[in-house]
C-alpha cells in the first residue's frame, strides 16, 4: 500500500465522488465537477455539480445508494 496518497483530501477533489469511484475534480473557477470515472482516459468532463450523480450512474457508479 505504498500509494497512500490519495487525492481525497485535496481541496480540488469530490471526495463523494473520489470514494465512490468516480474522478470527482472540481474546477475551482466554475465549480464545475467532473463526471467521468476515477482514471479515466482523456480531459475531465466538468459538468454542473447536481450533473455528476446521473453522469456517474450511467457509468455504473452509485453516488446515492441510499436514494431508490
Ligand atoms: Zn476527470
Redesign the pocket.
Known amino acids: 500500500m505504498a500509494d497512500d496518497r490519495t487525492d481525497n483530501h485535496n481541496p480540488n477533489i469530490v471526495s463523494d465522488v473520489a470514494e465512490a469511484g468516480g474522478?470527482g475534480?472540481k474546477n475551482l473557477a466554475t465549480g464545475a465537477t467532473?463526471g467521468?470515472t476515477a482514471r479515466?482516459a482523456g480531459p475531465?468532463?466538468f459538468m454542473a455539480p447536481h450533473a455528476v450523480p446521473e453522469a456517474l450512474r450511467e457509468k455504473g457508479i452509485d453516488l446515492q445508494s441510499d436514494e431508490q
Do not use: G, R
Open positions: 474522478c475534480l467532473c467521468l479515466h475531465c468532463d
